[in-house]
């Protein structure tokens, strides 16, 4: 027999103060949390990144397969388990075997797979490693432990704990991995002012950005005095080259209901609200199906456990507004206005959703709660730095050779992590810049790259820790490119309110235009104004910076002040030498025409807008630096490949 | 006559400006964009403005106010899709289909959208096809995918 | 609870819970605001208010942030000076450079600031957005090139008049504000009221003018050109001369409209006592038949628009009389056409009134007469004033005249129509001798008197308690709407004017009053009441004349034919 939600209410949920469980209850969790099966299982890591390398082929020929060969086995379904590069990945349990995992599955190598699996043989190529923690179950010979993966190894998995490991959609396998046991003791062991004193004690600071302590935070809340109080989990992950709140609650949704019933508990909220992207379906989908069982199984709903507690959870999709990432934003969003922040006080805490004391808080967050009312506020504090304690989230991208989501302890180096965890920068290529906290944060170059990471030492380096995005630059990213992606971003996303953020970064990114393009005219006042605007821009930073009305808008030219600071040279060669180095910035390339291919076709010559090009009639034509502004309409006419661009 | 959105709000027999939000959502998921008469029905049920419904669905990036094609094509324009190429990818794409972002094509069959992240920055670039994504995309990848999505049409 | 703040270096008081904005101006300091609306909440928008407070790592701005005790302040230190400089060198990177051909040339908050901040060259140049001028409404010309998004129009016409036609639209740098799917005012559910122009600090809002038309016609000789002025007109139009609000120049006004060239000059306070007339028996028939109640004023016709999209339901409690412009314009094409032997099609009536819903008004469908319009042109006083100084007039150095007879003599009773209550007032009065028979032994009614948004009072008539209420502002006139549609029935007469304050604060008024002026502008109305000799309309004597010679009886049926109307549901987009 499997337990079902009687067994669980009755024999677990109603029983999280004991320190053991009865040896049958026990044997019933391992069944439960699949470390041990009487069934194959196979699990494909089916997050969106997963589905997007193919993972729903994998699944579907893995079922394929079994029904074919007639074996009965459960295909589950999977978060992700952080190694995005390498997806699809597939994970076999046999019967008395330990777990093992496989990297690239995508559909065609299924069954070259299972074949092996099932004959009990390992497949030449994929093996990624296998769950070492299963104790009691046989190992695979030769087959390293999972956890020591090198970019496992040095992560430390509190919020990621479950995410690619168990079923995201099954209660009892969370219940079963010690799922509602601190929401349950904190209610029945810790009073409000209590809980708040506890996690103001573990050190705990919201993970969203501004890293505030969350303990503190919550105090403000319950100490005012109104009928209603809310939560809201701000999942509105809107910083481009983030997608840690996606996979935490594809991959573990549980865990999230859970720290929202405790900070909701906390301050006293019994209704709380999840802000998600709409851009998010396979989360919300996830989150639907968590809220309903856990509303089934009583943690959600009226009078829990008996408590006299009550909570009811709602999901808001965000309509898609980057600002709604700030606190009165994405209030008014709720509220069904346009997403403005407003002047702070009133504080949300006093005076937030419909005007009542709001507390919001992240995800990784929220998502921290249920292991440290576990664990303990000491042993939370234990890990990280003076100021920036327990683990922090990061998601990796960009030119680097492991791309995914890895959890770290803070105090870890940013090159432990490039270098280390996530293997460097492929194709032999230099290390530039790591740009950490999006667009209102800034970079971290190879002189910093050995900054112990924590809330203070980056902003120290002009970088935020944010939300956790890491993009990696390398030798062939431009970094005016970057701060002008930044600023086009901005002010696409600034919410129009107020006129620095408004205007400033407008302005910002025209003059990044400007000097990301050879002048047109050089007659007219462009080209003086292509240096003025270097001058300008570090000054309008700074009162975009010094006025603007919310955290979008004071952080808004960060990227551009920090590119400033350690890439000026680059800056300067655009200006003054009109080159790229990196050769991205297509309108400052130099194109020639190679005499060697050139046929004298005159074609070039016609179309270019600037009448640079020189030649006569089936002889070789020439490009009058001066007057080539780059806009590569020579190339593009050329059948002959005469055109050449550096 | 009952309106085709009537369903969309006998959802909500309560609802405050709060559902506002809510309810375009779903009214663009049935229409597939806000037309102006699901606005002002929006806007008399809800005892709000259309002005103000036409100003907070001008806000967000979700809504649209014309028809997509049967095919809405998204860029990502993450960094991390930025930094592996995604400015090149969406030229390729704006002249493969001879539109801008923003715009359908006059066969109705693609229209083209310029997103922020879609959070599968692992993927980069990724483009999504009506929610179908399309990882590590490149200027020789794209003539392949939308050669395949034409090809469905001719074949039906 | 009393806080010592420090200013600049100078120890000032302060009062807990207000705003460094607040303590400021109380203490006679001042810095720069642009989304700043008194009495409403702070937005933050503009950041011209900018302050330097010590401890704080941004600059905060003074009209949202509360006092504390002890803090420290400053208000123009380099770093201050800077940024708001830098803000309004924003705002004029990619505006229009067109302050010479502009309305508010000379009257422009924008301009002011650049001139006040010192900004002599630009430092900051950016692409214009390309923006339509809408022009499709009948009162009332936007230009967003212009706008800076302070938000106090969307506000004024949001919160003070409840109506919502402009939002909003769009977001970060290409945010504007426009009307539901771009569609224009005339489509929207604007009620011309133009509140929204007297907020705005630039040129982005203006009138639509009527100035060329009415040139034109002044300069054809088959014309017969007559203006009618409306009451308040008098005592706000000295203040474009650079007068101190709130005195009356009826007189040189007389006499510079005649060296304008105006054939006849009247006075539109004679046609409100002819509405009182109308009005007061309306509402005595009403009352004594059993006729709807509460009876509610239609001489604004911002509100009688209003009401036609909100209120469909209490149209029937609307009067039916037409608004004093109105009367006047279908006397002088009838009466007044037939006394002097003028064929009325060759009359060009114009008006100046302190509106730009009266510009709609004018082109409505039922103010017409077998095809002719009642009134042919409507000027605000911001374009009366434009017209004298065209004409290059010097009104220093004019001597008063009166108005032509008889349409240009009235009674204080309709003078007192500029003011929110004094419709109400007047009516009292006329009503009072209609039902009893007898004059009021004192005419005032002080409880519907004030700028208070909304004024109730108990009136002894006779045996007959009537219940009255003045609402100025048009939310104010949406939640007494609610309250009566909710059963609240001890109220017999509504008076309802769109402006707050009414037509002495109207959309059509000088820019830039404040509310001690529009105080000075009412105590200026009473105190000419105060002053006359006739304070009723009834005892009007060329009211009198009219009825005798021309309509008859009140509601009778020349009356009916000329001075009543009827509205139309609108259907609202």
């Given at each position: 027999?499997?337990?079902?939600?009687?067994?669980?209410?009755e024999?677990?949920?109603?029983?999280?103060?004991?320190?053991?469980?009865?040896?049958?209850?026990?044997?019933?969790?391992?069944?439960?949390?699949?470390?041990?099966?009487?069934?194959p299982?196979?699990?494909?890591?089916?997050?969106?990144?997963?589905?997007?390398?193919?993972?729903?082929?994998t699944?579907?020929?893995?079922?394929?397969?079994?029904?074919?060969n007639?074996?009965?086995?459960?295909?589950?379904?999977?978060?992700?388990?952080?190694l995005?590069s390498?997806?699809?990945?597939?994970?076999?349990?046999?019967?008395?075997?330990?777990r093992?995992?496989?990297?690239?599955?995508?559909?065609?190598?299924?069954?070259?797979?299972?074949?092996?699996?099932?004959?009990?043989?390992?497949?030449?190529?994929?093996?990624?490693g296998?769950?070492g923690?299963?104790e009691?179950?046989?190992s695979?010979?030769?087959v390293?432990?999972?956890?020591?993966h090198?970019?496992?190894?040095?992560?430390?998995?509190?919020v990621l704990?479950?995410?690619?490991?168990?079923?995201?959609?099954?209660?009892?396998?969370?219940?079963?991995r010690?799922?509602?046991?601190?929401?349950?003791?904190?209610?029945?062991?810790?009073?409000?002012?209590?809980?708040?004193?506890?996690?103001?004690?573990?050190?705990?600071?919201?993970?969203?950005?501004?890293?505030?302590?969350?303990?503190?935070?919550?105090?403000?809340?319950?100490?005012?005095?109104?009928?209603?109080?809310?939560l809201?989990?701000?999942?509105?992950?809107?910083?481009?080259?983030?997608?840690?709140?996606?996979?935490?609650?594809e991959?573990?949704?549980?865990?999230?209901?859970?720290?929202?019933?405790?900070?909701?508990?906390?301050?006293?909220?019994?209704?709380?609200?999840?802000?998600?992207?709409?851009?998010?379906?396979?989360?919300?989908?996830?989150?639907?199906?968590?809220i309903?069982?856990a509303?089934?199984?009583?943690l959600?709903?009226k009078?829990?456990?008996?408590s006299?507690?009550?909570?009811?959870?709602?999901?808001?999709?965000?309509?898609?507004?980057?600002?709604?990432?700030?606190?009165?934003?994405?209030?008014?969003s709720?509220?069904?206005?346009?997403?403005?922040?407003?002047?702070?006080?009133?504080?949300?805490?006093?005076?937030?959703?419909f005007?009542?004391?709001t507390i919001?808080?992240?995800v990784?967050t929220?998502?921290?709660l249920?292991?440290?009312?576990?664990k303990?506020?000491?042993?939370?504090?234990?890990?990280?730095?003076?100021?920036?304690?327990?683990?922090?989230?990061?998601?990796?991208?960009?030119?680097?050779s492991?791309?995914?989501?890895?959890?770290?302890?803070?105090?870890?180096?940013v090159r432990?992590?490039?270098f280390?965890?996530?293997?460097?920068?492929?194709?032999?290529?230099k290390?530039?810049?790591?740009?950490?906290?999006?667009?209102?944060?800034?970079?971290?170059?190879?002189?910093?790259?050995?900054?112990?990471?924590?809330?203070e030492?980056?902003?120290?380096?002009?970088?935020?820790?944010?939300?956790?995005?890491?993009?990696?630059?390398?030798?062939?990213?431009?970094?005016?490119?970057?701060?002008?992606?930044?600023m086009?971003?901005?002010?696409?996303?600034?919410?129009?309110?107020?006129?620095?953020?408004?205007?400033?970064?407008?302005?910002?990114?025209?003059i990044?235009?400007?000097?990301?393009?050879?002048?047109?005219?050089?007659?007219?006042?462009?080209p003086?104004?292509?240096?003025?605007?270097?001058?300008?821009?570090?000054?309008?930073?700074?009162?975009?910076?010094?006025?603007?009305?919310?955290?979008?808008g004071?952080?808004?030219?960060?990227?551009?002040?920090?590119?400033?600071?350690?890439?000026?040279?680059?800056?300067?060669e655009?200006?003054?030498?009109?080159?790229?180095?990196?050769?991205?910035?297509?309108?400052?390339?130099?194109?020639?025409?190679?005499?060697?291919?050139?046929?004298?076709?005159?074609?070039?010559?016609?179309?270019?807008?600037?009448?640079?090009?020189?030649?006569?009639?089936?002889q070789p034509?020439?490009?009058?630096?001066?007057?080539c502004?780059?806009?590569?309409?020579?190339?593009?006419?050329?059948?002959?490949?005469?055109?050449?661009?550096s | 006559?009952?309106?085709?959105?009537?369903?969309?709000?006998?959802?909500?027999?309560s609802?405050?400006h709060?559902?506002?939000?809510p309810?375009?959502?779903?009214?663009?998921?049935?229409?597939?964009?806000l037309?102006?008469?699901?606005?002002?029905?929006?806007?008399?049920?809800?005892?709000?403005?259309?002005?103000?419904?036409?100003?907070?669905?001008?806000f967000?990036?979700?809504?649209?106010?014309t028809?997509?094609?049967k095919?809405?094509?998204?860029?990502?324009?993450?960094?991390?899709?930025?930094?592996?190429?995604?400015?090149?990818v969406?030229?390729?794409?704006e002249?493969n289909?001879?539109?801008?972002?923003?715009?359908?094509?006059?066969?109705?069959?693609?229209?083209?959208?310029?997103v922020?992240?879609?959070?599968?920055?692992?993927?980069?670039?990724?483009?999504?096809?009506?929610?179908?994504?399309?990882?590590?995309?490149?200027?020789?990848?794209i003539?392949?995918?939308?050669?395949?999505?034409?090809?469905?049409?001719?074949v039906? | 609870?009393?806080?010592?703040?420090?200013?600049n270096?100078?120890?000032?008081?302060a009062n807990?819970?207000?705003?460094?904005?607040?303590?400021?101006?109380?203490?006679?300091?001042s810095?720069?605001?642009?989304?700043?609306?008194?009495?409403?909440?702070?937005?933050?928008?503009?950041?011209?208010?900018?302050?330097?407070?010590?401890?704080?790592?941004n600059?905060?701005t003074?009209?949202?942030?509360?006092?504390?005790?002890?803090?420290?302040?400053?208000?123009?230190s380099?770093?201050v000076?800077?940024?708001?400089k830098?803000?309004?060198e924003?705002?004029?990177s990619n505006?229009?450079?067109?302050?010479l051909?502009?309305?508010?040339?000379?009257n422009?908050e924008?301009?002011?600031?650049s001139?006040?901040?010192n900004i002599r060259?630009?430092?900051?140049?950016?692409?214009?957005?390309?923006?339509?001028?809408?022009?499709?409404s009948a009162?009332i010309?936007?230009?967003?090139?212009?706008?800076?998004?302070?938000?106090?129009?969307?506000?004024?016409?949001?919160e003070?008049?409840g109506?919502?036609?402009i939002?909003?639209?769009?977001?970060g740098?290409k945010?504007?504000?426009?009307?539901?799917?771009?569609?224009g005012?005339?489509?929207?559910s604007?009620?011309n009221?133009?509140?929204?122009i007297m907020?705005?600090?630039?040129?982005?809002?203006k009138e639509?003018?009527?100035?060329?038309?009415?040139?034109?016609?002044?300069?054809?000789?088959?014309?017969?050109?007559?203006?009618?002025?409306?009451?308040?007109?008098?005592?706000?139009?000295?203040?474009?001369?650079?007068?101190?609000?709130?005195?009356?120049?009826?007189?040189?006004?007389?006499?510079?409209l005649?060296?304008?060239?105006?054939?006849?000059?009247?006075?539109?306070?004679?046609s409100a006592?002819?509405?009182i007339?109308e009005?007061?028996?309306?509402?005595?028939?009403?009352?004594?038949s059993?006729?709807?109640?509460?009876?509610?004023t239609?001489?604004?016709?911002?509100?009688?628009?209003?009401?036609?999209?909100?209120?469909?339901?209490?149209?029937?409690?609307l009067?039916?009389c037409k608004?004093?412009?109105?009367?006047?314009?279908?006397i002088?094409?009838?009466?007044?056409?037939?006394?002097?032997?003028?064929?009325?099609?060759?009359?060009?009536?114009?008006?100046?009134?302190p509106?730009?819903?009266?510009k709609?008004?004018?082109?409505r469908?039922?103010?017409?007469?077998?095809?002719?319009?009642?009134?042919?042109a409507?000027?605000?006083?911001r374009?009366?004033?434009?017209?004298?100084?065209?004409?290059?007039?010097?009104?220093?150095?004019?001597?008063?005249?009166?108005?032509?007879s008889?349409?240009g003599?009235?009674?204080?009773a309709?003078?007192?129509f500029?003011?929110?209550?004094?419709?109400?007032?007047?009516?009292?009065?006329?009503?009072?001798?209609?039902?009893?028979?007898?004059?009021?032994v004192?005419?005032?009614?002080?409880?519907v008197r004030?700028?208070?948004?909304?004024?109730?009072a108990k009136?002894?008539?006779?045996?007959?308690?009537?219940g009255?209420a003045?609402?100025?502002?048009?939310?104010?006139?949406?939640?007494?709407?609610?309250?009566?549609?909710?059963?609240r029935?001890?109220?017999?007469?509504?008076?309802?004017?769109?402006?707050?304050?009414?037509?002495i604060?109207?959309?059509?008024?000088?820019?830039?009053?404040?509310?001690?002026?529009?105080r000075?502008?009412?105590?200026?109305?009473?105190?000419?009441?105060?002053?006359?000799a006739?304070?009723?309309?009834h005892?009007?004597?060329?009211?009198?004349e009219?009825?005798?010679?021309?309509?008859?009886?009140?509601?009778?049926?020349?009356?009916?034919e000329?001075?009543?109307?009827?509205?139309?549901?609108?259907?609202?987009?």
């Amino acid at each position: 027999m499997i337990a079902d939600k009687t067994y669980l209410i009755e024999n677990v949920l109603k029983h999280t103060d004991k320190i053991k469980l009865s040896p049958a209850v026990q044997q019933q969790m391992r069944l439960l949390r699949s470390d041990e099966n009487d069934k194959p299982l196979v699990f494909v890591g089916a997050g969106t990144c997963g589905l997007g390398a193919g993972a729903a082929e994998t699944m579907d020929n893995a079922k394929a397969w079994l029904s074919e060969n007639g074996i009965e086995a459960e295909v589950i379904p999977v978060g992700c388990i952080g190694l995005c590069s390498s997806e699809p990945l597939l994970d076999i349990k046999l019967p008395g075997k330990k777990r093992i995992s496989f990297e690239h599955v995508s559909g065609e190598k299924v069954k070259g797979i299972l074949d092996k699996i099932f004959a009990g043989t390992l497949p030449d190529h994929e093996t990624l490693g296998q769950f070492g923690e299963q104790e009691s179950q046989q190992s695979w010979e030769g087959v390293p432990n999972l956890k020591d993966h090198p970019f496992f190894k040095p992560q430390l998995r509190i919020v990621l704990e479950n995410c690619g490991v168990s079923n995201p959609v099954s209660i009892e396998e969370y219940i079963a991995r010690d799922g509602y046991k601190a929401y349950l003791n904190a209610l029945k062991v810790f009073g409000r002012e209590e809980l708040c004193d506890f996690i103001e004690k573990s050190g705990l600071r919201g993970r969203g950005g501004g890293g505030f302590p969350t303990g503190k935070k919550w105090k403000f809340a319950l100490g005012t005095e109104a009928d209603q109080k809310y939560l809201i989990c701000n999942a509105d992950e809107g910083d481009p080259g983030a997608f840690m709140d996606r996979a935490v609650i594809e991959g573990d949704p549980h865990k999230l209901l859970e720290g929202m019933a405790i900070a909701a508990y906390a301050i006293g909220a019994s209704k709380a609200y999840v802000y998600i992207r709409a851009e998010y379906p396979l989360a919300i989908e996830r989150l639907v199906i968590a809220i309903d069982q856990a509303k089934e199984y009583g943690l959600i709903g009226k009078n829990i456990f008996g408590s006299g507690t009550d909570l009811e959870i709602v999901i808001k999709k965000g309509a898609g507004a980057f600002v709604c990432g700030e606190e009165t934003a994405l209030i008014h969003s709720i509220e069904g206005k346009r997403g403005m922040p407003r002047p702070r006080p009133p504080f949300p805490a006093t005076s937030g959703l419909f005007g009542k004391p709001t507390i919001i808080n992240n995800v990784e967050t929220l998502s921290n709660l249920p292991t440290i009312v576990n664990k303990g506020a000491d042993w939370f504090s234990s890990m990280g730095t003076a100021t920036s304690k327990g683990t922090k989230v990061f998601a990796l991208s960009g030119k680097i050779s492991l791309t995914g989501l890895v959890e770290i302890p803070m105090g870890t180096t940013v090159r432990e992590i490039i270098f280390n965890v996530a293997g460097g920068i492929p194709n032999g290529k230099k290390f530039k810049a790591v740009q950490m906290g999006g667009p209102s944060g800034g970079c971290v170059t190879d002189k910093n790259l050995d900054i112990q990471i924590d809330y203070e030492s980056l902003v120290n380096v002009g970088a935020m820790m944010g939300s956790g995005g890491m993009v990696v630059m390398d030798e062939d990213t431009c970094m005016v490119d970057i701060a002008k992606f930044f600023m086009d971003f901005i002010q696409r996303e600034s919410c129009g309110k107020c006129i620095p953020c408004r205007e400033g970064t407008r302005r910002m990114l025209e003059i990044l235009e400007s000097i990301t393009t050879k002048p047109k005219n050089r007659e007219t006042h462009e080209p003086l104004a292509r240096f003025k605007g270097v001058l300008q821009i570090e000054k309008l930073g700074r009162v975009i910076r010094d006025t603007s009305l919310c955290g979008l808008g004071q952080s808004a030219p960060n990227p551009v002040l920090s590119t400033l600071t350690w890439f000026r040279e680059e800056y300067e060669e655009h200006v003054f030498d009109k080159k790229c180095r990196a050769g991205v910035c297509k309108n400052l390339r130099v194109y020639t025409i190679d005499v060697e291919n050139c046929t004298g076709c005159t074609l070039c010559a016609k179309k270019c807008p600037t009448n640079a090009i020189i030649g006569g009639r089936k002889q070789p034509h020439f490009i009058i630096p001066d007057k080539c502004i780059s806009c590569g309409a020579c190339e593009e006419a050329c059948n002959f490949n005469a055109v050449k661009v550096s | 006559m009952r309106s085709e959105i009537q369903d969309i709000l006998d959802k909500y027999p309560s609802a405050g400006h709060d559902s506002l939000i809510p309810i375009l959502q779903q009214v663009q998921e049935h229409l597939g964009f806000l037309s102006e008469e699901s606005v002002v029905e929006v806007g008399k049920f809800l005892k709000m403005p259309t002005s103000k419904i036409f100003g907070v669905a001008t806000f967000y990036n979700q809504f649209r106010f014309t028809q997509p094609g049967k095919y809405h094509v998204q860029v990502c324009r993450g960094t991390a899709c930025h930094v592996l190429g995604s400015a090149t990818v969406l030229d390729e794409i704006e002249k493969n289909l001879k539109v801008k972002a923003g715009m359908t094509t006059k066969d109705k069959l693609f229209s083209l959208e310029v997103v922020a992240c879609i959070g599968a920055c692992g993927l980069a670039p990724v483009i999504s096809i009506n929610g179908e994504f399309h990882a590590k995309v490149n200027s020789e990848s794209i003539k392949t995918i939308f050669e395949a999505y034409r090809n469905r049409e001719v074949v039906s | 609870m009393n806080f010592t703040i420090e200013v600049n270096n100078n120890k000032l008081s302060a009062n807990k819970g207000e705003t460094i904005l607040d303590a400021l101006q109380r203490n006679g300091m001042s810095v720069p605001t642009l989304c700043h609306m008194k009495g409403l909440f702070p937005t933050g928008s503009c950041r011209m208010c900018v302050v330097e407070v010590e401890g704080r790592r941004n600059l905060v701005t003074a009209c949202s942030e509360p006092v504390t005790d002890g803090m420290k302040i400053s208000t123009h230190s380099s770093r201050v000076i800077e940024s708001r400089k830098t803000i309004v060198e924003l705002l004029l990177s990619n505006h229009p450079d067109d302050c010479l051909y502009c309305e508010r040339n000379g009257n422009c908050e924008l301009q002011k600031l650049s001139e006040d901040l010192n900004i002599r060259e630009r430092r900051i140049s950016g692409q214009k957005n390309n923006y339509k001028l809408d022009v499709s409404s009948a009162s009332i010309v936007r230009d967003p090139a212009k706008c800076i998004l302070c938000g106090r129009c969307v506000r004024v016409c949001e919160e003070i008049e409840g109506v919502s036609a402009i939002e909003f639209v769009g977001r970060g740098s290409k945010t504007f504000i426009d009307t539901a799917f771009n569609h224009g005012l005339n489509l929207s559910s604007c009620v011309n009221c133009g509140q929204c122009i007297m907020v705005c600090p630039t040129g982005a809002l203006k009138e639509k003018s009527h100035l060329a038309e009415t040139k034109d016609n002044l300069n054809d000789p088959n014309k017969t050109v007559i203006i009618q002025y409306a009451p308040s007109i008098s005592v706000t139009l000295a203040e474009e001369f650079g007068f101190k609000p709130g005195q009356n120049i009826i007189g040189i006004m007389n006499a510079a409209l005649r060296r304008i060239g105006f054939d006849y000059v009247f006075d539109t306070s004679f046609s409100a006592d002819l509405t009182i007339m109308e009005e007061a028996s309306e509402l005595v028939h009403r009352v004594k038949s059993g006729g709807t109640l509460p009876m509610v004023t239609s001489c604004c016709p911002a509100w009688v628009k209003f009401a036609e999209e909100f209120h469909q339901d209490m149209l029937d409690n609307l009067s039916t009389c037409k608004s004093p412009q109105q009367m006047m314009g279908a006397i002088v094409k009838s009466y007044f056409a037939q006394t002097e032997g003028i064929d009325p099609e060759k009359i060009y009536s114009v008006s100046v009134m302190p509106c730009t819903a009266k510009k709609f008004e004018q082109q409505r469908e039922e103010m017409t007469q077998n095809g002719i319009s009642d009134v042919d042109a409507v000027l605000t006083t911001r374009e009366l004033a434009r017209l004298i100084r065209l004409h290059g007039i010097d009104i220093h150095k004019l001597e008063p005249e009166i108005a032509d007879s008889p349409l240009g003599t009235r009674s204080s009773a309709g003078k007192i129509f500029g003011a929110s209550g004094g419709v109400m007032e007047a009516a009292i009065r006329t009503a009072h001798y209609l039902i009893t028979g007898k004059e009021m032994v004192k005419f005032q009614v002080r409880g519907v008197r004030g700028l208070e948004g909304r004024k109730e009072a108990k009136v002894q008539i006779g045996e007959l308690e009537v219940g009255v209420a003045v609402v100025s502002g048009l939310q104010n006139a949406s939640l007494l709407m609610e309250e009566i549609k909710n059963g609240r029935n001890d109220i017999h007469f509504i008076e309802v004017m769109a402006c707050p304050g009414g037509c002495i604060n109207g959309g059509g008024q000088p820019i830039g009053a404040d509310e001690e002026a529009i105080r000075a502008r009412m105590t200026t109305l009473y105190d000419i009441d105060e002053k006359d000799a006739i304070k009723v309309s009834h005892k009007n004597p060329y009211i009198v004349e009219l009825y005798d010679k021309f309509l008859g009886k009140p509601l009778g049926h020349k009356s009916h034919e000329l001075l009543h109307t009827h509205y139309q549901k609108r259907e609202i987009k």
